[in-house]
């Protein structure tokens, strides 16, 4: 009796699963930021070409995308526990091809599988949504959760800067280690740091699958629903497409909506084919991020028209609210994702400096994440985050023009720390609107579009690089992220007015 009244304390205590899924975040994150530092510079030295590793780095990224998607489903089927040492297995699986293998092939494989080398900038991959689901279990107001989420970025950020300072192990053995057998000795570190993730994962009690009927029919529940990304926000449909709207005026909104976005994407595609057939290498320089902003602009012509109701409104706004979430986690990876093959073909740096230069960047953005999830109240968590959002655009402005190693560096670490220092701050904004809408539908496909045209992203800045273009794909980078800051200050500013007013007149009728 008291071996059972043991294990259901255990079971029931929440400061034991916090600590063991944060420690899940920091061995996770020291493998992703080992393979970030690693994974383009190993291809490199396999003497794959820019193309090649551009385009299998997008192939693990539109893999991950479809993880992410359907990661509700996956974890509804087999819980959270099970969800999460399922990717951990992947990646060790991974791991251990890289480590006893180069053909080409079952490198490719691995890599994609597992998303080596894409990192996610610090959010987890997949895994993070049903992560951070889990933890939110364990949120009891606005408070509380800030402070929670600011010490998960912290642990993430923290966890990618050790993985990227192992890449300075091999130029530390002294030539005991060179060429392909060094970058094989750190993955086979990252290997071991997965076993031990999963080793954690197997120790936490609880996760289990819940049944079918508590996961789905209970839109409204409390409870934290493990499909919604913490990077996402979610969406509500207007009076034209509610489920208590007639049928026939909800199948001429979608039809029409999904007609123009054909249109439109079939417009977009003869661009683009006419751009690729002529010739010049500055328009087909241009075409994957000519593609990026059209797809987007493609799916979300929606929020442009001005509501004409006060339900439409709303809608607009949940709409805007999901687009800049999804671009606020987007725009992040634009620079992260290929930075150590930047930083190798600008100034010839070896692993050793560069994997110096990115754990610096993390251990700094980790830093900042833990003095910005102090207890301040809405408005001064939105002003922070716009704040460093605008510092690290001023900074990705400059970035290319140096020409100094130490410079770009220095650059680089303020760059990456203010993009990713504010994490933990935009989780807890989002997450206090999760709870509130289902997603519908239309959403859905908004939020596919947006993350497929990230996947363009790490092939376009390659070839950029390949070319000899160092400046051109920083400055669209900074461009991004000026619309992403922009669209977020308006879409929150104008949630926090509303709660004010709110507020007031309720204080009003309370006095009466």
Not at 380 to 393: D, G, H, M, N, P
Request: with cysteine; charged share 15%.
């Amino acid at each position: 009796m008291k071996a059972a009244d043991a294990g259901t304390r255990q079971t029931k205590d929440p400061r034991r699963v916090i600590r063991l899924l944060q420690a899940v975040t920091l061995l996770r994150s020291i493998g992703q930021g080992a393979a970030l530092t690693i994974t383009s510079l190993y291809l490199r030295e396999l003497g794959w070409s820019g193309a090649s590793i551009g385009a299998v780095i997008a192939a693990s990224s539109l893999l991950r995308i479809v993880f992410a998607l359907f990661g509700g489903a996956l974890s509804a089927r087999l819980g959270a526990k099970h969800s999460l040492l399922l990717f951990e297995v992947i990646t060790l699986a991974a791991s251990i091809v890289m480590v006893i293998t180069s053909v080409p092939w079952l490198v490719a494989a691995a890599v994609t599988a597992a998303g080596l080398g894409s990192g996610h900038s610090g959010s987890g991959g997949p895994a993070a949504p049903i992560e951070r689901a889990w933890l939110g279990a364990y949120v009891k107001d606005a408070a509380k959760a800030k402070a929670l989420y600011g010490r998960n970025a912290l642990y993430s950020y923290a966890g990618l800067g050790a993985g990227a300072l192992l890449a300075c192990i091999p130029d530390r053995l002294h030539g005991a280690f060179e060429g392909t057998a060094s970058f094989r000795l750190l993955y086979a570190i990252v290997a071991i740091i997965t076993a031990g993730c999963i080793v954690c994962i197997w120790r936490i009690q609880g996760g289990a699958r819940k049944p079918s009927s508590t996961a789905y029919s209970k839109p409204n529940t409390s409870a934290p629903q493990s499909d919604l990304s913490a990077d996402t926000a979610v969406s509500k449909p207007d009076s034209a497409i509610s489920s208590d709207a007639p049928v026939t005026a909800r199948r001429n909104y979608i039809w029409r909506r999904s007609l123009i976005g054909l249109t439109g994407l079939t417009a977009i595609f003869f661009l683009l084919s006419w751009l690729r057939h002529t010739g010049s290498t500055e328009a087909q320089l241009i075409t994957p991020a000519a593609l990026f902003v059209l797809l987007i602009a493609a799916a979300n012509y929606q929020v442009l028209r001005r509501p004409t109701t006060d339900q439409q409104a709303a809608y607009r706004s949940d709409q805007l609210r999901m687009l800049a979430s999804s671009l606020s986690s987007v725009t992040a990876t634009l620079t992260s994702t290929v930075t150590a093959y930047w930083f190798a073909e600008r100034f010839g740096a070896s692993s050793g400096v560069i994997g110096l230069v990115m754990g610096v960047s993390y251990l700094t953005a980790a830093l900042l994440a833990r003095i910005t999830s102090g207890g301040t109240g809405r408005e001064a968590t939105l002003r922070t985050i716009i704040s460093l959002q605008i510092v690290a655009i001023l900074l990705l402005l400059v970035l290319p023009w140096v020409s100094a190693f130490w410079l770009a560096a220095l650059i680089e670490i303020g760059c990456t720390a203010c993009n990713l220092g504010t994490r933990g701050n935009r989780t807890a904004l989002m997450m206090e609107e999760r709870g509130r809408r289902k997603r519908d539908f239309l959403s859905r496909v908004n939020i596919i579009a947006v993350r497929l045209t990230a996947v363009l992203w790490p092939g376009a800045f390659v070839h950029f690089v390949d070319e000899g273009y160092y400046v051109p794909p920083f400055y669209f980078a900074a461009a991004m992220q000026l619309v992403s800051a922009l669209l977020f200050r308006r879409v929150y500013r104008a949630t926090e007015q509303k709660l004010v007013h709110a507020e007031a007149k309720h204080k009003e009728t309370t006095t009466a």
